[in-house]
């Protein structure tokens, strides 16, 4: 291995260290207790080493987006495969977001709510958020011919019902029925469609 290989990969794994910490901290303290000079002390590396991997706290933030946007897609996608049939697939997807909004709520936080320069639906759009989207659209496609309005439509239903049961501004006993009404529409979506 060459000297510039082996820097790349030290780059990496300290850059990978200051993310984990990130998302340590955050889910155990939230995201005020977050910044770059509590990360140096966290970690054992200076601020400018910290400032050399990311321009500041929003950089970092999005990074663990990022790192999210692959967690969440492998779990949806897992959930799609654990059903038998597309309808089941919606709704165990649906499920699946909604318990990993919940569970994880700094890193969801940092997904779709703290301000970052990650964009969808753009160029740019990066190819983790991509796949994200795509593992919501799978499980839409059988059911419509506008596969992205209808996501979209999918994905703010489950962004929202996630927000307002973490809020605790809806009945978390009723989350499975909610989740039935949202299934319900994207599948009347195809059917109307055929009428």
Known sequence: ???????????????????GAARIIAEREGWGAVTIRRLATEIEYSQP????????????????????????????????SD??????????VALAYVDFALSRPALYAAMFVLPTDL????????????????????????FCSEVAVVTETFWAALHGLA????????RPEKRHERIERVTTAIVGV??????
């Open 49 to 80: 080493v910290l400032y050399s991997h990311f321009e500041n706290r929003d950089a970092i933030v999005a990074a663990v987006a990022v790192e999210g946007f692959q967690d969440i897609a492998g779990v949806l996608r897992q959930a799609a």
């Open 1 to 19: 291995m060459g000297i510039a290989e082996r820097k790349g990969r030290e780059r990496a794994e300290r850059q990978s260290h200051i993310v």
């Open 83 to 92: 059903s038998i049939d597309p309808r089941q697939a919606l709704e165990f």
């Open 163 to 170: 927000e307002l049961e973490r809020s605790g501004r809806i």
């Open 119 to 142: 964009r969808f639906a753009a160029a740019e759009t990066r190819p983790e958020l991509r796949s994200a989207f795509a593992a919501l659209a799978a499980v839409v496609t059988p």
């Open 190 to 195: 195809g059917s109307s469609a055929e009428s």
